[in-house]
T-cell receptor
C-alpha cells in the first residue's frame, strides 16, 4: 500500500543554517505530495504542495520538488529562523491523507 | 484556503464522562471528514472517516462504541468520546477536503482538541 517515510528527528540547527528533511514515498499512480507544519499545541497547516512530477512547491522560504525517479519530496530551506521550530509532516494525497512520522525541528538563536 | 474549525480547543473531563468534539467546515460543504488522533511526539493516526448521512468507517483497532462519530450535516461532524478514561487523553484533529478534489488538493485541518481525562 501507499506509505511515506520521513527522516527521524529531532533536528537541531542554529539560526541561518540550511535545512533538509528527507521524505520518500511509495505509491501507485501519481498522487499529490504535501508538507504540513504543526506548531506547538496547534493543528496542521499546509506548508507547500506539488501535484505532479518535477513540480516544485514553495512557501515562506521552504521548497520541495516532486521527484518521481527517486520517489522523494525532500523539504529544504536555505536559512532557518527560530520561528521555524515546529514539527514537519510529509504527506501523500489521496482519499485518505497518509502522513509520515513527522520530524521535529529545533532552531537555536 | 478553505477553513475547518474545531471546538473546543481544550477540554478536561472526569473519568467515566463523555466528551463531544465538533468539526465544522466554514466555507464549503464537506461530505467526508476525517478524524485523527495524535499521541505525544507521534504522527497522526487516522481513526475514522465520517460520511455525511451514513455511518462512519472506522480504521482497524478503533473502538466504534468508544468513539462515536456523527455527520448529520454537510458542514458538521462530531466525535464523542464515551466513558472517557485517562488513556483516551490525546490530541484529536479533524480534517476535510473540498468535494471533487480527491488526491489533487490538500486536506484542511481543524486546530485540534487537547483532551485530558482526569
Amino acid at each position: 500500500g501507499n506509505s511515506v517515510t520521513q527522516m527521524e528527528g529531532p533536528v537541531t540547527l542554529s539560526e541561518e543554517a540550511f535545512l533538509t528533511i528527507n521524505c520518500t514515498y511509495t505509491a501507485t499512480g501519481y498522487p499529490s505530495l504535501f508538507w504540513y507544519v504543526q506548531y506547538p499545541g496547534e493543528g496542521l497547516q499546509l506548508l507547500l504542495k506539488a501535484t505532479k512530477a518535477d513540480d516544485k512547491g514553495s512557501n515562506k522560504g521552504f521548497e520541495a520538488t516532486y521527484r518521481k525517479e527517486t520517489t522523494s519530496f525532500h523539504l529544504e530551506k536555505g536559512s532557518v529562523q527560530v520561528s521555524d521550530s515546529a514539527v514537519y509532516f510529509c504527506a501523500l494525497g489521496g482519499f485518505k491523507t497518509i502522513f509520515g512520522a513527522g520530524t521535529r525541528l529545533f532552531v537555536k538563536a | 484556503g478553505a477553513v475547518v474549525s474545531q471546538h473546543p480547543s481544550r477540554v478536561i473531563c472526569k473519568s467515566g464522562t463523555s466528551v463531544k468534539i465538533e468539526c465544522r467546515s466554514l466555507d464549503f460543504q464537506a461530505t467526508t471528514m476525517f478524524w485523527y488522533r495524535q499521541f505525544p511526539k507521534k504522527s497522526l493516526m487516522l481513526m475514522a472517516t465520517s460520511n455525511e448521512g451514513s455511518k462512519a468507517t472506522y480504521e482497524q483497532g478503533v473502538e466504534k462504541d468508544k468513539f462515536l462519530i456523527n455527520h448529520a450535516s454537510l458542514t458538521l461532524s462530531t466525535l464523542t468520546v464515551t466513558s472517557a478514561h485517562p488513556e483516551d487523553s490525546s490530541f484529536y484533529i479533524c480534517s476535510a477536503r473540498v468535494p471533487g478534489s480527491v488526491g489533487r488538493t490538500e486536506a484542511f485541518f481543524g486546530q485540534g482538541t487537547r483532551l485530558t481525562v482526569v
